[in-house]
Every structure is written in structure tokens, then in C-alpha cells.
């Protein structure tokens, strides 16, 4: 029974001296030194540890203490590059004034005037003709008419009505009218009497085309 004793005693000696021998080996020991003390400054300062849980050293080349590197050549996010919508024009239609009516006028006649209702849009001439044409005849008790002197910016020209006729008929005939008036579209502002004759109509200034 005294040889295995001996024999065990000489077998833990053995492994004792060479776990001493690879514990103190210089190649050893200098690396794991350094990585540690580099691991602490690097702690101190806020950085992330370069070491992993097995003690390897992890590629920094994609990493940062802020966190990943964003790859130069990705395609950029198209929500935060793009133009921001440009803002939708202004187009607010006139106010409505009780007993009156915007009409575009299609034919005009010694006694009577042919127009549609009109629409406001946002283009000029602003307002369109929409609908069926309408015969309108001039009020018994008189009509009162009006132009725009646009050239001399000066306030709308009570006319006669069959000046106004006149006029709208060079209009339509896309001719010149008579100085001082031009023509704006053709659209009027009307008012009917109770039989839905025309008692006031004023020529309305709006863009040309």
C-alpha cells in the first residue's frame, strides 16, 4: 500500500509545478495585465468594456461608447431627406350677399341676357359657368347697370343697358370694348325681381386668363 501513496504524492507534485510554470510564464501574464488594466481605464471613462464574457477582445471597428456606427453608404431615410409638402394655396371663395347671384353671361340681346350660374374656382378667370343657360329679361322699372374702369382704377361706371349689351357683346365676340372697359370674364353680379327679371347687374373684375 506504500507505492500508490508514493506514487499520488509525485503525481500532485507534478501538476502543482506545471500549473506554477504556465501561471508565471511572462508571454502570459503581460497580455492579461494590460487587457485588464485596460479594461478598467476604459470603465473610468465611461467606454464600453472591450472584452466579452470569455475575456476575448470584441471588434470595435462598428461599435463606439455612443453606440453603432451608422454605414455611410446606407441609403438615407427618405421621411427625414424629403422636402417638407409645400402649403396648399389660398383659394376662399367671396362672401355671399343675400338676393344676389353670380351668373356668366353667354348671349346678350336688346331685351333679355342668356347666362349660366357660375362656380368660384381657384384659377383664373375664378369663376365658370356651370349648368343650363337661362334666359333673363330687364326689369319694367328699370335696370341699373354697372362696368369696371380697371385701367384707371377707378370705381365701377353706372352704364346704360343697352351700353352694358354692347359691351358684353364685344366680349363675347372677344373684341376690344369701348374705353374705358375691358373685359374680365363675363361674369356678373345680379339681382332678380320677384318675377326673376334683372334689376341691378354689375360686371365683376376678376383675373384675366
Not at 470584441?58 to 421621411?79: F, H, K, Q, R
Amino acid at each position: 500500500m506504500a507505492v500508490p501513496r508514493i506514487l499520488l504524492a509525485a503525481a500532485v507534485l507534478t501538476a502543482t509545478a506545471v500549473a506554477g510554470l504556465t501561471g508565471c510564464t511572462p508571454a502570459d501574464s503581460r497580455p492579461t495585465v494590460t487587457a485588464a488594466s485596460s479594461a478598467a481605464a476604459l470603465a473610468d471613462d465611461g467606454v464600453d468594456d472591450p472584452l466579452d464574457d470569455d475575456g476575448d477582445v470584441v471588434d470595435d471597428s462598428t461599435y463606439t461608447a455612443a453606440g453603432p456606427i451608422t454605414d455611410p453608404a446606407a441609403p438615407a431615410d427618405p421621411a427625414a431627406s424629403a422636402d417638407p409638402a409645400d402649403p396648399a394655396p389660398e383659394c376662399t371663395a367671396p362672401a355671399a350677399v343675400p338676393g344676389h347671384q353670380v351668373l356668366i353671361m353667354v348671349a346678350a340681346g336688346p331685351a333679355e341676357l342668356t347666362a349660366q350660374p357660375a362656380r368660384y374656382t381657384c384659377t383664373p378667370p375664378r369663376y365658370e359657368a356651370t349648368g343650363t343657360p337661362v334666359h333673363y329679361g330687364f326689369a319694367a322699372a328699370g335696370v341699373t347697370a354697372t362696368l369696371v374702369d380697371r385701367a384707371h382704377e377707378e370705381a365701377a361706371k353706372p352704364v346704360q343697358p343697352d351700353e352694358l349689351v354692347t359691351h358684353l357683346n364685344d366680349c363675347l365676340a372677344e373684341r376690344d370694348p369701348a374705353d374705358p372697359y375691358g373685359c374680365y370674364g363675363n361674369a356678373y353680379d345680379v339681382v332678380l325681381d320677384s318675377h326673376g327679371r334683372i334689376i341691378r347687374i354689375a360686371e365683376i373684375e376678376v383675373p384675366t386668363p
